[in-house]
Nanobody, 125 residues
Framework: VQLQASGGGLVQAGGSLRLSCAAS????????MAWFRQVPGKEREFVAA????????YYGDSVKGRFTFSRDNAKNTVYLEMNNLKPEDTAVYYC???????????????????WGQGTQVTVSS
């Protein structure tokens, strides 16, 4: 099983980026998929998730209204569209997946079995 995250980069405040997470070795439609982010010295922060592909997307409070989670099951890929980026969005972004996670654990990074390698997003002011 492999999750390959890409799309990070350097962008000015107010700009946009689109992250991708391509999966191999698993069928995404059966999995809860999520994005987390982490800055040095801090815990991994929940960004967004789609619980078991039911179609309802959950967002962290700090990104609501600016980030959009989506998935393309045919391409076995999930995306994170990030708009109106702020310097505080600077972090390494990780995609994660799990097949048996329950809804109450959606925001708990420790409950996810599979992780991508991370992609750096840097937002300059």
């Amino acid at each position: 099983v492999q999750l390959q995250a890409s799309g990070g980069g350097l962008v000015q405040a107010g700009g946009s980026l689109r992250l991708s997470c391509a999966a191999s070795g698993l069928t995404l439609r059966s999995y809860t998929m999520a994005w987390f982010r982490q800055v040095p010295g801090k815990e991994r922060e929940f960004v967004a998730a789609d619980f078991r592909n039911y179609g309802r997307i959950y967002y962290g409070d700090s990104v609501k209204g600016r980030f959009t989670f989506s998935r393309d099951n045919a391409k076995n890929t999930v995306y994170l569209e990030m708009n109106n980026l702020k310097p505080e969005d600077t972090a390494v972004y990780y995609c994660a997946g799990d097949r048996t996670l329950i809804l109450s654990s959606l925001r708990d990074s420790a409950q996810y079995d599979y992780w991508g390698q991370g992609t750096q997003v840097t937002v300059s002011s």
